[in-house]
């Protein structure tokens, strides 16, 4: 059974650096891309970017260039969703998503990681 | 920047059709996928490449496309579908995701 568990929900501070996780499991997690998708309170889905495991080829959607870094690690089947340096404008629901085989779409999506940012 | 155009909310009867379009320039040679989201839970993919179902996804859920639009279309809809529903594609060089905004589908 394929599956995308994220790690917990974080409370941070603005200014703060925050990374958090995206496990895949129950297939090869190098043959398929991983992508980040962002939900603000109350709004619609907002892709951010995505990564292939395999090679670590990156793109970020280009409302999120430089503002996020996407990164994988394959030794351990976990993406990661990283900033250096939060806004309360980032606080927001944080969905992993497992890119379908050949087309563009989203096929497996994590359960969510809650980002609070807050003084 | 490229864009998909859904209304923001469709009411239907229980047992009636529900039909939620999305718009967008490229949507004549990208595929269109569709997404329910109910309350507290992640999206579930219930539409791919305009009109497959996925394993799973109730034969009621159908999908079709029209030049500039597809439709998602919800036949006999019931309570449980009550969600909201994303369509999502790419941008005309395939290189971008996008997402329309959202239709909230209300069942009266």
Avoid: N
Wanted: hydrophobic content about 30%; proline content about 5%.
């Amino acid at each position: 059974e394929v599956q995308l568990v994220q790690s917990g929900a974080e409370v941070k501070k603005p200014g703060e650096s925050l990374k958090i996780s995206c496990k895949g499991s129950g297939y090869s997690f190098t043959s398929y891309w991983i992508g980040w998708v962002r939900q603000m309170p109350g709004k619609g889905l907002e892709w951010m970017g995505i990564i292939y495991p395999g090679d670590s080829d990156t793109r970020y959607s280009p409302s999120f260039q430089g503002q996020v870094t996407i990164s994988a690690d394959k030794s351990i089947s976990t993406a990661y969703l990283q900033w250096s340096s939060l806004k309360a404008s980032d606080t927001a629901m944080y969905y992993c998503v497992r890119r379908g085989s050949g087309q563009y779409y989203f096929d497996y999506w994590g359960q969510g990681t809650l980002v609070t940012v807050s003084s | 920047s490229y864009e998909l155009t859904q209304p923001p909310s469709v009411s239907v009867s229980p047992g009636q059709t529900a039909r939620i379009t999305c718009s967008g320039d490229a949507l004549p040679k990208q595929y269109a996928y569709w997404y329910q989201q109910k309350p507290g839970q992640a999206p579930v993919l219930v539409i791919y490449k305009d009109s497959e179902r996925p394993s799973g996804i109730p034969e009621r859920f159908s999908g079709s496309s029209s030049g500039t639009t597809v439709t998602l279309t919800i036949s006999g809809v019931q309570a449980e579908d009550e969600a909201d529903y994303y369509c999502q594609s790419a941008d005309s060089s395939g290189t971008h995701v996008v997402f329309g905004g959202g239709t909230k589908l209300t069942v009266l």
